[in-house]
């Protein structure tokens, strides 16, 4: 699997769990926790289980610790888990997702790189939903996220480009 | 063989960890869940009005099928020992399914708070119903069927005395169909809920 197909299906709790910063915040850290604790674990598996036990494995994994995640939000986050909706649960799919395109990459950092960035847009995306749900009613609908999230990676993209093309004028 | 035992393990690993967690979290959750109930359920009653448990203390509700919805509980506030409000329970169908409300009624029969526990209507449209604090369930506040003649109980376009959530009227019309029906179904009950007690 590539990076687009990653991207596109990410795209369900970019959009779906941003409507408040409370609510993105809470779904990006807990995908962080999540996604990084079941690196953690595949980690010393991975080279002893390779092919469809390799997969197994990683299901097995994705689905304890998100379970476990969710009870814990159930006792101790009852009103944040409500507002979460189905959510939570999909984290499963993420750590599956990051496993897939991600597991074979030696080292934490471009891993780490992809999560925190993930999660840094996923609260960036929140801030400007809620910011903006008060005056346009659009920004707090489905479409109007999927607009916003455009918006928020051309900025990113024009800020990147102009930063490579300054380097690029410094050092010649 | 290696490669199917260290599965196997693994299964049984994951699994054991995430029923003693289950089990473990068990009485906590349910302690949550009470708690969430509660609060949100007594939100429609003002404090200084009741001093016992009403979830405690459900009523009977006989015939609870009403002309345009059904109630489903129904629970007594005391203050002192005497009844200080009721709290109704109703569901109604709305326009994208069905709409559950809570309506608290003094002992003289008037609406005290209206909550909406659970609604599917349109976004931006019906679901306003839902707001915290929602304007236009306040307009019930006060009604009873003693100040507010029956067929006030409906839309100014129907000739009643109620303004329309803008794109929303059969949202309105089912949300001021139930609450009338809760009214006319407490003047009913009243004389056996509040029976024994001396009035004001």
Not at chain 2, 73 to 80: G, K, M
Not at chain 2, 94 to 119: F, N
Not at chain 2, 158 to 164: A, L, R, V
């Amino acid at each position: 699997m590539n990076k687009p197909t990653l991207a596109a299906l990410s795209l369900a709790p970019l959009l779906g769990a941003s409507q408040t910063l409370v609510q993105a915040a809470s779904i990006a850290s807990l995908t962080l926790v999540l996604v990084i604790l079941h690196r953690a674990c595949m980690t010393p598996l991975r080279a002893r289980l390779t092919g469809i036990a390799g997969e197994c494995a990683s299901l097995l994994i994705a689905a304890a610790l998100v379970t476990c995640a969710n009870l814990a939000l159930l006792a101790w986050a009852l009103p944040l888990h409500q507002t979460l909706g189905i959510y939570p649960e999909l984290i499963a799919v993420q750590c599956l997702l990051f496993e897939y395109s991600l597991g074979r990459t030696a080292g934490w950092r471009p891993a780490l790189t992809v999560l925190v960035g993930f999660a840094a847009l996923h609260i960036a995306l929140g801030a400007c939903r809620e910011l903006l749900a008060s005056g346009v009613r659009l920004a707090g609908l489905m479409p109007g996220a999927l607009l916003l999230l455009g918006l928020v990676l051309a900025l990113i993209n024009l800020a990147r480009n102009r930063r490579a093309a300054s380097r690029r004028e410094g050092n010649p | 063989m290696n490669r199917t035992l260290l599965v196997g393990l693994l299964t049984a690993l994951t699994l054991g960890a995430t029923l003693a967690w289950q089990h473990a979290t068990a009485p906590r959750i349910a302690q949550a869940q009470a708690q969430l109930q509660a609060r949100t359920w007594l939100s429609v009653l003002p404090t200084s009005r009741y001093d016992n448990q009403p979830l405690q203390q459900p009523l009977a509700l006989p015939q609870p099928a009403l002309e345009h919805s059904r109630l489903l509980a129904a629970y007594r506030a005391t203050l002192q020992g005497r009844t200080s409000a009721v709290v109704l329970h109703s569901q109604t169908q709305g326009y994208e399914g069905p709409i559950q409300l809570l309506i608290a009624i003094d002992r003289a029969g008037r609406v005290m708070a209206t909550k909406v526990l659970e609604q599917h209507e349109t976004p931006g449209l019906g679901d306003k119903i839902a707001a915290p604090d929602s304007p236009w369930l306040g307009a019930f506040t006060g009604l009873s069927q003693g100040n507010t003649p029956a067929q006030a109980w409906g839309l100014k376009r129907d000739n009643g005395q109620f303004d329309q959530l803008a794109g929303a009227s059969v949202t309105s019309r089912a949300v001021i169909h139930a609450v009338q029906d809760a009214l006319r179904y407490f003047d009913s009950q009243a004389p056996q809920w509040l029976a024994g007690e001396p009035d004001e």
